[in-house]
């Protein structure tokens, strides 16, 4: 039965307990449902809850559990000889057998104990799949029916329903502060380990970056060079262009929108503005290698000067236009907020339109539109998919928009495709330039919601 399968089976039998329980409420109350506590639904709610909560949860613990409990089955199975390899080794091993045991095609195995691992992995999971379904839909049938015998007319099913939801509300908010908490912590350890390797002036300061590390001492270039400042330069260069392009026409059009279109007008153009956030960033990608960056450097042939295929203006401009509508929408949004007040005073002072605007709206707003262009500062320079495909992977110390740069999340990754050992100043160099990211985009999302929140404080 695959796992799609069983939680299909587990919500349709919650939605046919859920009936049952409304049914028995209904005849308890003898046709009268003013004699119930609760309305017939919650009781329907408290059956299906008492069904569907315990059958989830033995599926969450069997999805956290299954990987760890089978990989110790397997690694067991194997003849001492394999399990005494280095732990680099061994972990190489067992994603060979989960990826085969995955696929079911064991042609490309590695070796015979390989291929032999991989079919006990994949048998082990069958049979602990299929003993975790028929556990999963016992439990679901055994508390729907505990529930059943439990409905009588005063019963609080109502409050039981919403102190679930409540709870229920309650770890979902405590789960996102742990992962918070997790990807920081995270990312603080290894760029810990990163930097007792390398010391934090050269990373921070350093004006060379070239991560590979030789496999041999006696090679060029062994040590590696972990100057990011090259990156963080990179990145302000796309970003600043980026929003160069996307400051002055998302406000304009948010001005346009806001203070001239008339309403029919605003009700198109509008949603097709924002069409432009719905588009994935890979098509934008995609547009940037295949159309703008071409353009561009056709554009500079015939000029007669150099603009690379991979330049920071193709990626910057493709970049701002994804960004307009960031901040075409929030600067409308602010824009729209201020009091008509303001405007009536204005008008009524004798100033013209555009006279409003500039001197009254403006000046009103600028806070929001303040925090709306550092929201989307912080997009930019968090950006990944489109600088991945447009960027260049070397990294130039240039102010020149038509040379070739890269960014920090094209070299994070960069350095962390494929499979990669954790020991080496070489991959752990993608998480301190993660780290890097986390704390300069933070700051700005932190000095946007102070602009903001002072905004609102004002207004409201």
Same mark, same amino acid.
């Given at each position: 039965?695959?796992?799609?399968?069983?939680?299909?089976?587990?919500?349709?039998?919650?939605?046919?307990?859920?009936?049952?329980?409304? $049914?028995?409420?209904?005849?308890?109350?003898? $046709?009268?449902?003013?004699? =119930?506590?609760? +309305?017939?639904?919650?009781?329907?709610?408290?059956?299906?809850?008492?069904?569907?909560?315990?059958?989830?949860?033995?599926?969450?613990?069997?999805?956290?559990?299954?990987?760890?409990?089978?990989?110790?089955? !397997? +690694?067991?199975?194997?003849?001492?000889?394999?399990?005494?390899?280095? +732990?680099?080794?061994?972990?190489?091993?067992?994603?060979?057998?989960?990826?085969?045991?995955?696929?079911?095609?064991y042609r490309f195995a590695s070796s015979p104990e390989a291929r032999a691992a991989a079919e006990h992995y994949r048998d082990l999971h069958q049979i602990g799949f299929a003993a975790m379904a028929v556990l999963v839909l016992t439990a679901g049938i055994f508390g729907g029916r505990f529930a059943l015998g439990r409905i009588r007319p005063a019963l609080r099913a109502r409050n039981r329903v919403e102190q679930a939801i409540?709870?229920?509300?309650?770890?979902?908010?405590?789960?996102?502060?742990?992962?918070?908490?997790?990807?920081? =912590?995270?990312?603080?350890?290894?760029?810990?380990?990163?930097?007792?390797? !390398?010391?934090?002036?050269?990373? =921070?300061?350093? +004006?060379?970056?070239?991560?590979?590390?030789?496999?041999?001492?006696?090679?060029?270039?062994?040590?590696?060079?972990?100057?990011?400042?090259?990156?963080?330069? $990179?990145?302000?260069?796309?970003?600043?262009?980026?929003?160069?392009?996307?400051?002055?026409?998302?406000?304009?059009?948010?001005?346009?929108?806001?203070?001239?279109?008339?309403?029919?007008?605003?009700?198109?153009?509008?949603?097709?503005?924002?069409?432009?956030?719905?588009?994935?960033?890979?098509?934008?990608?995609?547009?940037?290698?295949?159309?703008?960056?071409?353009?561009?450097?056709?554009?500079?042939?015939?000029?007669?000067?150099?603009?690379?295929?991979?330049?920071?203006?193709?990626? $910057?401009?493709?970049?701002?236009?994804?960004?307009?509508?960031?901040?075409?929408?929030?600067?409308?949004?602010?824009?729209?907020?201020?009091?008509?007040?303001?405007?009536?005073?204005?008008?009524?002072?004798?100033?013209?339109?555009?006279?409003?605007?500039?001197?009254?709206? =403006?000046?009103?707003?600028?806070?929001?539109?303040?925090?709306?262009?550092?929201?989307?500062?912080?997009?930019?320079?968090?950006?990944?998919?489109?600088?991945?495909?447009? #960027?260049?992977?070397?990294?130039?110390?240039? #102010?020149?928009?038509?040379?070739?740069?890269?960014?920090?999340?094209?070299?994070?990754?960069?350095?962390?495709?494929?499979?990669?050992?954790?020991?080496?100043?070489?991959?752990?160099? #993608?998480?301190?330039?993660?780290?890097?990211?986390?704390?300069?985009?933070?700051?700005?999302?932190?000095?946007?919601?102070?602009?903001?929140?002072?905004?609102?404080?004002?207004?409201?």
């Open positions: 039965m695959p796992f799609i399968t069983l939680l299909a089976t587990l919500l349709a039998l919650s939605a046919i307990l859920y009936q049952l329980g409304k $049914g028995r409420a209904l005849r308890l109350s003898g $046709g009268r449902p003013g004699v =119930l506590h609760s +309305l017939p639904t919650y009781y329907g709610s408290y059956v299906a809850l008492w069904c569907a909560l315990p059958a989830f949860l033995l599926v969450a613990v069997w999805i956290i559990i299954e990987p760890m409990a089978l990989q110790a089955l !397997v +690694l067991n199975s194997l003849p001492e000889t394999v399990r005494q390899l280095p +732990l680099a080794r061994l972990s190489l091993i067992t994603n060979e057998m989960r990826q085969l045991a995955a696929s079911g095609d409540l709870f229920f509300l309650f770890v979902s908010s405590t789960l996102a502060i742990f992962t918070t908490i997790g990807i920081v =912590l995270s990312l603080l350890f290894e760029s810990l380990r990163f930097f007792s390797m !390398v010391p934090v002036s050269d990373f =921070l300061f350093g +004006l060379s970056w070239s991560p590979q590390m030789a496999m041999r001492t006696d090679q060029v270039g062994s040590s590696g060079a972990f100057g990011a400042v090259p990156l963080f330069a $990179g990145t302000l260069l796309i970003s600043l262009i980026a929003m160069v392009v996307a400051v002055p026409t998302g406000l304009l059009s948010a001005i346009y929108m806001a203070e001239y279109a008339n309403p029919r007008f605003r009700a198109v153009a509008k949603p097709l503005i924002e069409v432009l956030a719905g588009i994935p960033t890979v098509v934008y990608g995609f547009f940037a290698v295949v159309t703008v960056a071409p353009f561009l450097r056709d554009l500079g042939n015939q000029l007669h000067f150099s603009v690379s295929s991979e330049s920071a203006l193709a990626t $910057g401009i493709v970049m701002g236009v994804m960004i307009i509508p960031f901040i075409s929408s929030l600067s409308d949004d602010v824009i729209c907020d201020v009091p008509d007040a303001l405007r009536h005073g204005a008008y009524g002072l004798g100033a013209t339109r555009s006279e409003t605007i500039r001197q009254v709206v =403006l000046p009103a707003a600028l806070p929001g539109i303040v925090g709306g262009i550092l929201l989307a500062v912080s997009r930019a320079i968090g950006e990944t998919m489109i600088v991945v495909m447009a #960027a260049g992977l070397s990294a130039h110390l240039t #102010a020149n928009p038509f040379a070739s740069v890269t960014t920090v999340t094209v070299q994070v990754v960069t350095l962390l495709v494929g499979d990669q050992e954790f020991d080496s100043p070489k991959t752990l160099s #993608a998480f301190a330039l993660g780290l890097v990211l986390f704390v300069v985009t933070l700051a700005l999302n932190v000095v946007a919601l102070k602009v903001v929140r002072k905004y609102r404080e004002r207004y409201e």
